[in-house]
């Protein structure tokens, strides 16, 4: 017995192009099957059709074939009993949680079904302890970190009982060491006779648990369907996130049949773990062993600041640091320890309790935030907080009318940041009707059409997949200019086409984000400034892959 | 309950720096209000309601004003957390009770005579005209009789997101005898409340990032209006997507489906049929009383 999907084909009501086309796939009981594919290849609609929102909630599109629910069409089922033997975790806990108290959350599909008192708080507290979340039931869920807001959500899920559980992006939102756990977890589960689906880009990450099936997907088709080491030949490497050694294998020999072109520098190792992890370290050894030949004052200077919000505890104990025209600094830190309160400072939407911030010499309690925005640039880790205007012309131009640059300088600056995010030519375009992964770099432009002279990027990575994140990152930090930022720094700064700015700053979950574009990296724990500088030990860091097991984390937060 | 009221351990980022929203948050606080049933507070308060709007006459407003300060007293809110909505609404009941004061507008139906004990004639004519303003006991009276109604409903009204358990409007009114979808429509919907500040919160601080300042004077008034769009679209496009969103959450969890039960049980204690007594018993009297026209308009 198993789910069986055969010749499903889907089309959206609002749609012409079909979004699923004669999918034919099995998922069996006690396995883990990863889906992977770009956005827009139809992951999500193919969840849809199996836990059943379509039809049943998407009830105007064109469904063709069948999927069979161990034994039972589920076309033929109620969504009651569907979700019964079918469990879904959406990709983003936060907008899933219906309750405000963690225990009312798990019941509330219970609640829905109608089970008698007793029986589910015996479920409840069964679930709370196999997920080893007791002393979470009484909590609001909206205090909750990111990884406990996602246990809290499969916790709900689970309590059913499915046979199957749909995961949808799981790792998205979590730091690290939240993120190895959740896996070990989806590994348990499995092995206790679940049926696990979990689509999610960071295929190298899924495939470490060792998943037993491997489904690719493109344009609503599945191209590749067998076990993992195939999918590492099969697929694209520029689209998901592969693991380093198979990538570097590949570039390798797509290198050799093709010897006269060769592969630019910025392709051959886009996850940059091993081989360009040398030239990365000259370079940073470069910038170390020769220091800043800038002007004495730095562009952003963190003096003992601390912080807490109005009579609360204080969220940010004595930080100082200097930024620097040529920094790119990732910013790195688990959930909570402060890293997004700390970067509000940069921008004057935080200003210190205690200390001082300065932003080009200036104390950032003497600016207001629309006098920082001329220096520095704030993208947020959401578009879907800033996005207003009719056209995208409007949207980029909103931010340097506000400052008060003049219209031909605007005009140009909308044009480089275009160019910058790789959107040349969208001027006339709605940002609303853009896909998510266009508004982010939309959002990004935005700030660029500023011409800030410090960037400042929370999460860029967040909801985005790899390939979207890596081009635009390419693209915005210059990337395949050359190592380090030596040669840049030494050119005016009108010249200077590609990038817009002079420094970077930037807070990622991701470390081989930080690997690849920072040249420095400050770690946050428990709103301490634990560790600063290129000397971080970046090499430790990359060896262990993006999931960075608590005990190597140790001697960084302690 | 551990964890509660932990608040300003993990505060909303940017919430504070948005001084326009009126934000409220329940706390847990060991007080008799607050270990009373959610039901009985709220028959209570629709008694308490009804009974008010009955009333003119100022001596009998004074003692629903009375009851409405020793709730508020008994409820133990502390200055602080409460501060910007009693200045909101005290301030919206002064221009309104002044405001009545001086155009002596809606009076006219309760009372009949005016004695006039002030005439104030401004010392400049408009057109011809010389603005006049006339002051009489009953004006007077009108105007405190009004402010004790709006003020003792008001009062009455700010506690209850104070101190019900925002968790606890579901099951209240799914006891209150509302269908299961509309109870469960309702506990959303106070939830929806402090979702939405969190998202205004984070557009405004996006925005301003981008050198929006909401005080800058521009335009005329459609120019004014223009200037919230950055605010207002972000925040209403992103409420609808988040409410497909929910509504997929709900349907895969078999929301609606069937009858459906709840895990959180109302137990009425006796201190919650004294209440429910003593709001019916006020309800009745108030009735009685002003069918036998009693508690009409009154001035010395």
């Known amino acids: 017995m198993s789910i069986t999907v055969s010749h499903l084909s889907y089309t959206y009501r609002t749609r012409t192009e079909p979004a699923l086309v004669d999918i034919t796939a099995k998922f069996r009981p006690g396995e883990i099957t990863l889906i992977a594919g770009a956005s827009g290849c139809g992951k999500t609609t193919l969840v849809r059709c199996i836990n059943g929102l379509i039809p049943h909630s998407y009830t105007n599109g064109m469904l063709e074939g069948t999927i069979s629910l161990f034994g039972t069409s589920n076309a033929a089922m109620p969504m009651a009993q569907i979700s019964q033997i079918v469990g879904t975790v959406l990709q983003d806990p936060e907008r899933q949680i219906v309750a405000s108290e963690v225990i009312h959350e798990i019941s509330f599909g219970l609640e829905n079904l109608g089970m008698p008192r007793e029986e589910m708080l015996d479920r409840i507290h069964k679930v709370a302890s196999f997920l080893h979340i007791d002393h979470l039931l009484h909590r609001e869920t909206f205090q909750l970190s990111g990884g406990e807001k996602q246990k809290v959500a499969l916790a709900g899920v689970l309590a059913m009982r499915p046979k199957a559980l749909l995961l949808d992006e799981p790792l998205a939102s979590l730091d690290p060491a939240s993120g190895a756990e959740a896996l070990t977890l989806m590994r348990e589960l499995a092995n206790s006779g679940i049926a696990m689906v979990i689509i999610e880009h960071r295929v190298e990450d899924v495939l470490a648990v060792k998943a037993e099936h491997c489904i690719y997907m493109a344009n609503g088709r599945i191209t590749y369907d067998g076990d993992a080491p195939g999918l590492m030949q099969a697929v694209n490497w520029r689209e998901i996130k592969l693991p380093a050694p198979v990538v570097i294998e590949r570039v390798r020999k797509e290198a050799r049949s093709m010897p006269s072109e060769g592969m630019p520098e910025s392709e051959a190792v886009p996850t940059g773990q091993h081989s360009d992890l040398k030239t990365r370290h000259s370079a940073l050894g470069t910038r170390h062993s020769a220091p800043s030949t800038q002007p004495a004052s730095p562009l952003i200077e963190f003096r003992n600041v601390h912080f807490q919000y109005g009579d609360g505890p204080e969220v940010l104990h004595d930080i100082s640091f200097t930024m620097n025209s040529g920094d790119r600094i990732a910013l790195l830190g688990p959930n909570g320890a402060g890293k997004t309160t700390l970067v509000k400072h940069a921008i004057g939407l935080n200003k210190p309790t205690r200390g001082q911030v300065l932003l080009a010499g200036r104390d950032s309690k003497t600016l207001s935030v629309a006098q920082i925005a001329h220096t520095v640039g704030y993208v947020f880790q959401s578009p879907s907080h800033m996005l207003f205007a009719p056209t995208v012309r409007e949207e980029l131009s909103f931010g340097p009318k506000n400052i008060g640059l003049d219209a031909q300088t605007i005009t140009e600056s909308i044009s480089r940041a275009l160019v910058a995010v790789n959107l040349p030519g969208y001027d006339e375009i709605p940002p609303l009707s853009m896909s998510f992964g266009q508004q982010k770099r939309i959002s990004i432009a935005s700030v660029l059409t500023m011409n800030p002279r410090v960037l400042v990027m929370d999460e860029p990575s967040a909801g985005q997949d790899y390939a979207n994140y890596t081009h635009f990152m390419d693209d915005i930090v210059g990337r395949d200019k050359g190592p380090g930022m030596t040669d840049q720094s030494d050119l005016p700064a009108s010249s200077s086409h590609s990038r817009a700015f002079e420094a970077l700053l930037f807070i990622t979950h991701d470390l081989d984000l930080a690997i690849t574009y920072a040249n420095r990296v400050l770690l946050v724990a428990d709103g301490q400034l634990v560790a600063d500088g290129a000397d971080v030990n970046l090499a430790t860091l990359a060896q262990t892959g993006r999931f960075l097991p608590a005990a190597e984390l140790a001697p960084f937060t302690m | 309950m551990p964890g509660r009221g932990g608040l300003a351990q993990k505060p909303v980022p940017g919430f504070l720096h948005f001084s326009m929203l009126v934000t409220w948050k329940y706390k847990p606080r060991n007080t008799l209000i607050q270990r009373l049933d959610p039901r009985s507070r709220l028959i209570f308060y629709a008694c308490f309601l009804v009974s008010v709007f009955m009333f003119w006459d100022l001596r009998i407003l004074l003692f629903f004003l009375a009851v409405a300060l020793l709730a508020v007293l008994a409820a133990q809110l502390s200055w602080r957390d409460t501060r910007r909505t009693w200045l909101f609404i005290g301030a919206f009941i002064l221009i309104y009770a002044l405001l009545t004061l001086l155009t002596g507008r809606g009076g006219f139906e309760l009372y009949k005579t005016e004695r006039v004990i002030a005439t104030l004639r401004a010392p ?169 026209g009693l508690g009409r308009f009154w001035a010395p």
């Open chain 2, 124 to 292: 400049f004519t408009i057109f011809n005209w010389q603005p006049t303003l006339t002051i009489s006991i009953e004006q007077i009276f009108f105007a405190l009789s009004q402010f004790a109604r709006v003020f003792s409903i008001a009062s009455m009204t700010i506690l209850i997101p104070y101190t019900i358990d925002p968790a606890q409007y579901g099951i209240t009114f799914r006891r209150l005898g509302l269908p299961d979808k509309l109870a469960f429509a309702m506990d959303l919907t106070m939830r929806f409340v402090p979702s939405l500040g969190r998202d205004f919160a984070m557009t405004m601080d996006a925005q301003k990032a981008r050198g929006y300042e909401l005080e800058r004077r521009e335009g005329g008034l459609i120019g004014q209006v223009r200037r919230l769009a950055p605010l207002l679209v972000p925040v209403v496009i992103h409420s609808i997507v988040s409410g497909e969103e929910i509504t997929d959450a709900m349907d895969l969890r078999a929301f609606g489906t069937q009858p459906r039960t709840w895990l959180r049980e109302l137990v009425y204690q006796r201190r919650d049929y004294i209440l429910i007594i003593a709001g019916v018993l006020m309800l009745a009297t108030a009735i009685i009383g002003s069918t036998l």
